[in-house]
């Protein structure tokens, strides 16, 4: 069994910065990659960023390129999201996930490709 939990949301206003981290436990050795998906209000859940754990070759979502970035620690099984120039818009709760086996780099961006999900970090921005 593998177990994400995220922490480190929170409110704040535009702007601003916020981390988000997301601890891995369990059998996540030879995992192939994570990745951290949001859910605004009324919205479908969508990509945000992901990253390769052997490698490190990283992706983002045109949304949040060049204000988040995604990085991992192997040896702590932990993965962040360091989210600058937050925007209201990138108000929603915050998914890590994993997966598990290798995939196209392409797929990183569907939900279907990840294994196991976190519950989830909300994240409000103020205007």
């Known amino acids: 069994q593998v177990q994400l939990v995220e922490s480190g949301g929170g409110l704040v206003q535009a702007g601003d910065s916020l981390r988000l981290s997301c601890a891995a436990s369990?059998?996540?050795?030879?995992?192939?990659?994570m990745g951290w998906f949001r859910q605004a209000p009324g919205k479908e859940r969508e990509f945000v960023s992901a990253?390769?754990?052997?490698?490190?070759?990283?992706y983002y979502a045109d949304s949040v390129k060049g204000r988040f970035t995604i990085s991992r620690d192997n040896a702590k099984n932990t993965l962040d999201l360091q989210m600058n120039s937050l925007k209201p818009e990138d108000t929603a709760v915050y998914y890590c996930?994993?997966?598990?086996?290798?995939?196209?780099?392409?797929?990183?961006?569907?939900?279907?490709?990840?294994?196991?999900w976190g519950q989830g970090t909300q994240v409000t921005v103020s205007s």
């Open positions: 996930a994993l997966v598990r086996r290798l995939i196209r780099s392409g797929s990183l961006i569907r939900e279907s490709a990840y294994d196991h």
């Open positions: 369990g059998r996540t050795f030879n995992s192939y990659a």
């Open positions: 990253i390769k754990w052997s490698g490190g070759n990283t």
